[in-house]
């Protein structure tokens, strides 16, 4: 008879370190991170400075496991178009409306992560891997629709680095200028210049 597996309860330990990165997401959305102490982040979480220290060496890589729990955040925000084939703009749209919705509410730290010319080793690392790993799922899905014939020429992976740096620039733009665009445009447009960007078409019809 097989053996039935368990998954392990989250620990106290566990259940600290993801209050202290909560309150630092609240923190992080007032003031940029250069002018929060880590007393502050701390204090936030209820937690002692030593306490702090216990789960992050530095602010820098406490801001890197927020980017990194954002990265999966979107993934699932992408979910169903990530899952689909072909152009399938309903849920490109969707799934990027619910990504600058996010956008709207955390894009100070997202900004300071993405766009800071020097955010140290921590933060790098995880903007790398944005980049090399985290369109992983964006080339797969590119690669499944070139071999179908779909797509333009060019290399999957080039594509979906294109499109994930389209992405985050649209939306770190969209929240340092919140009154620039209207909502619906600017998705429609970031959509369809997406679809432009892999596929070449776009729908006729919105």
Request: aromatic share 6%.
């Amino acid at each position: 008879m097989p053996a039935i597996g368990s998954r392990r309860a989250p620990t106290k330990g566990d259940q600290r370190e993801q209050a202290l990165l909560d309150a630092a997401q609240v923190v992080l959305r007032q003031k940029p991170i250069g002018q929060v102490t880590i007393d502050e982040l701390a204090g936030a979480a209820g937690i002692a400075r030593s306490g702090f220290y216990f789960y992050f060496e530095s602010k820098q890589a406490l801001l890197a496991a927020l980017w990194d729990r954002a990265i999966g955040q979107t993934d699932a925000d992408m979910g169903e178009w990530l899952a689909s084939d072909g152009l399938d703009r309903a849920a490109l749209r969707a799934g990027l409306m619910l990504s600058l919705k996010r956008w709207k509410v955390e894009g100070r730290w997202l900004r300071e992560v993405f766009l800071a010319p020097d955010p140290g080793p921590e933060v790098m690392g995880v903007r790398e891997r944005l980049v090399d790993d985290g369109c992983t799922m964006f080339r797969h899905r590119i690669e499944r629709d070139a071999k179908a014939g779909l797509t333009v020429d060019g290399p999957p992976a080039l594509l979906a680095t294109m499109v994930i740096h389209l992405r985050l620039m649209t939306f770190a733009d969209a929240f340092a200028n919140p009154e620039a665009h209207d909502e619906d445009e600017l998705i429609d447009t970031l959509t369809d210049a997406i679809l432009r960007l892999v596929y070449g078409v776009t729908p006729a019809k919105r």
